[in-house]
């Protein structure tokens, strides 16, 4: 899919949809196909390579330029809902500067470029490259640090659940979230040094006010870098102590029914020795009914006294 806008003036931010590339709009692909691909190269004299980079989900951040084309692929969060429970991913995102507009390539529409659709950005204008640019940045931080502060809220009532339950599901909503933050700590990481080129690229440095607004764009990264860490750290926590807990529950278990077997076995014992069919038992002369009784009450005695060892020691 292809869209094509331009900021109708400088006085009026409002974006207007064309039918054709102009000077100075904005083309937003999202999952093009080869046939769009080949047209907007043919259009604005883009390598093709520069295109398909944002289409392989492996594609890792980074910078290339090729005659007067810059290429930005930057890492941005994604949120997916699996079995109604929210899912963080990232995915590539490409940002091409070239002499006469700008394009952005993805897999998947993103809020993160709708918002500037939707007039929801101040100042946005597509013929301020540059600024565009940097605005994009500075979105990308500020969803992932927004996504950050999700998956803490949600770590926290997940581990509010391990207080009632251990149940599998509750285990697996933990994990994912582990693995959506080594995601989005590999992502961070790669478009900090992205980031870091950037600052010496010398059309980032035409402007004093750009150069300023691409280093707060590091420092909220750096920002979601230091809290991908801890929240990582809590969940790693997390996830130790809920092992570590379940495995104490099986002990406890297995000490239970240890006891409890034990309990059962003396009971078998003295009906094993009177059941034998040999002479010379205590009390193989007696009446019935005595013997009986008196059989019992060993049985008794020792089955609550073996119970009350077990108890001291702390068996039940």
């Not at 990264?221 to 092992?243: F, H, R, V």
């Not at 309990?263 to 059941?275: E, H, Q």
């Amino acid at each position: 899919m292809i869209c094509i806008y331009k900021t109708v003036s400088e006085l009026d931010n409002t974006l207007q949809e064309l039918d054709s590339v102009e000077p100075g709009c904005w083309i937003n692909m999202v999952s093009p196909s080869e046939q769009e691909i080949l047209l907007v190269s043919k259009k604005t004299g883009v390598p093709s390579e520069f295109l398909y980079a944002a289409l392989d989900e492996e594609e890792t951040s980074r910078i290339d330029i090729e005659d007067n084309n810059l290429l930005f692929i930057i890492d941005i969060p994604f949120t997916e809902m699996e079995e109604n429970s929210l899912t963080y991913d990232t995915y590539p995102l490409a940002i091409i500067h070239t002499e006469k507009a700008i394009i952005t390539v993805c897999l998947k529409n993103s809020k993160l470029l709708t918002d500037f659709i939707e007039g929801n950005i101040r100042s946005f204008y597509t013929f301020k490259r540059s600024r565009f640019i940097l605005q994009i940045l500075y979105r990308v931080s500020s969803y992932f640090l927004l996504c950050l502060r999700q998956i803490g809220k949600k770590s926290l009532m997940i581990q509010k659940k391990l207080h009632k339950s251990m149940s599998n599901r509750v285990l697996m909503q933990l994990l994912s979230l582990q693995n959506s933050l080594v995601y989005f700590s590999t992502s961070l990481k790669a478009n900090e040094i992205t980031l870091e080129k950037m600052l010496k690229l010398e059309v980032m440095q035409k402007y004093e006010e750009d150069k300023d607004i691409l280093e707060d764009v590091i420092i909220e990264n750096k920002q979601a870098i230091e809290m991908t860490g801890i929240y990582a750290n809590i969940l790693t926590a997390t996830m130790d102590a809920s092992a570590n807990v379940i495995s104490n529950n099986l002990n406890l278990v297995m000490k239970l029914l240890a006891s409890i077997t034990i309990v059962m076995a003396i009971p078998n014992v003295y009906s094993g020795i009177f059941g034998m069919n040999v002479t010379g038992l205590p009390w193989s002369s007696a009446p019935a009914g005595p013997g009986f009784i008196i059989a019992i009450t060993m049985i008794v005695v020792s089955t609550i006294a073996s119970i009350i060892i077990l108890n001291r020691r702390g068996m039940f």
